[in-house]
């Protein structure tokens, strides 16, 4: 069985900034991705607010780049999807779908998915006019109507996004305030493509073949409308993809993992890093933070911990 000193999984920002940490720190460092690597910031067309960059990059490029680095210094990337952690004394056993692993540390870079809306529709119409992303889908609406629901940072920019191609833009909202941050939120408001729908939930997304129209419910007038689309990009908040360890280890009341100021969950030797994890704010800059964290701090475990290790 093949043996690494951290085998970091997830592919995205934050563990690729761990690779780069844990394998620049001298540990034998092992990535499982079992997708493309690069996690959700690869469904993002501008990244504009990662430091260092002197013009938008599209979130693909970015990570691109990270990658080349974390594979400079030795990291190697497994394209293998993992089924099940196993702890062994102060082992961990990683079980892919290739194969097996140990490792004397994991760093659970797991990241996030979209939530689903959830109403009637949406998954009969998904690839056929609704879509949870703008940057691969955009370009089939130009001069077409879409909707795009939700109300924070990812619903904006992409409504704001979605404004290259489409000739109106509806963002429906649920509440009569946005979530997103206030810069981004101005942009939409001087944006003549763009129309706020305020206090309005999608009750049925609805159509033939394609998506034709959705439903609405003005939650203060109490009414009801149709509206004709011809797409709808659905935003409405991620959810983490914690299933490897969920019954072991702590998560908030959302599903993400608490971790200390070291990124090391309640289990030793098992640290967390990126979107998956308990916080505030993130970003692909936080993302990076959370995996050099997690990078140095496995070093630094490993080398307290060296007796248990021979
Ligand atoms: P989010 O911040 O959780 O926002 C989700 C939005 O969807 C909220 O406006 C919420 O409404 C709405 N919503 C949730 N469930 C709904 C439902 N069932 N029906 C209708 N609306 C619903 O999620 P996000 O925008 O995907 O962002 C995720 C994280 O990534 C955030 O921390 C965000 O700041 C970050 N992010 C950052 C950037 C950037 O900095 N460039 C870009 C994208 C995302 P309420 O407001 O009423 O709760």
């Not at 720190?25 to 493309?36: M, Q, R, W, Y």
């Not at 260092?52 to 693909?60: D, N, R």
């Not at 908040?237 to 993400?256: A, C, Y």
């Not at 505030?280 to 496995?298: C, E, K, P, Y």
Request: net charge neutral.
């Amino acid at each position: 069985m093949k043996n690494y000193d951290v085998a970091i999984i997830g592919a995205g920002p934050a563990g690729l900034s761990a690779a780069l940490y844990a394998a620049r720190g001298g540990l034998s460092t092992v990535i499982f991705e079992k997708g493309l690597v690069g996690g959700q910031i690869t469904l993002t067309n501008d990244v504009e607010n990662y430091p260092g960059l002197e013009k938008t990059l599209s979130g693909f490029e970015l990570v691109e780049r990270m990658k080349k680095q974390a594979l400079q210094f030795g990291a190697e990337i497994r394209e293998e999807g993992v089924k099940a952690i196993g702890l062994q004394g102060n082992c961990k056993l990683i079980e892919t779908t290739k194969d097996e692993y140990s490792s004397k540390a994991i760093i659970l870079a797991t990241g996030a998915h979209s939530r689903k809306l959830s109403v009637p529709g949406e998954e009969k119409y998904t690839g056929r006019g609704v879509s949870y992303c703008a940057t691969c889908d955009g370009a089939l609406y130009r001069n077409k109507i879409v909707a795009v629901i939700g109300g924070g940072d990812s619903a904006v920019e992409e409504a704001l996004f979605l404004t290259r191609f489409a000739k109106k833009v509806y963002l429906i909202h649920r509440r009569d305030q946005l979530r997103a941050v206030q810069t981004v939120q101005n942009r939409a408001f001087e944006n003549e493509k763009l129309e706020i729908i305020w206090d309005t939930v999608v009750q049925e997304i609805k159509g033939d073949k394609f998506v034709e129209g959705l439903e609405l419910y003005n939650k203060k007038s109490k009414t009801t409308m149709t509206l004709p689309v011809d797409g709808v990009f659905i935003y409405v908040g991620i959810i983490p993809n914690n299933s490897l360890l969920e019954s072991r280890v702590t998560l908030d009341k959302g599903g993400f993992v608490v971790v200390d100021q070291n990124m090391h969950t309640n289990i030793e030797g098992i640290f967390a890093a990126g979107d998956n994890v308990s916080k505030t704010l993130r970003q692909v800059v936080t993302a990076a933070s959370d995996g050099a964290i997690a990078g140095f701090s496995v070093e630094k475990w490993i080398v307290e911990n060296k007796e248990n290790f021979k």
